[in-house]
């Protein structure tokens, strides 16, 4: 179960992809995460966001670095 942090922070940065600037890269990168984190699939995050998978998995693959 994603906790609300989470689901907040993927809230604002689908505002984000709609074209309203709340939200920067960094909380992007943390969202994503963090949503990992919760159990969520790259490839649920990445629909949601709107964003590619590979984006997802390499921003995945950086934060083990």
Do not use: W
């Not at 922070?9 to 709609?18: A, D, G, P, Q, S």
């Not at 709107?50 to 670095?65: E, G, K, Q, Y």
């Amino acid at each position: 179960t994603p906790t609300v942090q989470a689901l907040y922070t993927i809230f604002i940065i689908l505002l984000h992809n709609l074209g309203l600037k709340i939200a920067n890269l960094p909380s992007r990168n943390s969202a994503i995460i963090e949503a990992l984190k919760d159990g969520y699939t790259q490839v649920d995050v990445a629909r949601y966001l709107n964003v590619s998978s590979a984006l997802v998995s390499h921003i995945f693959r950086s934060c083990d670095d």
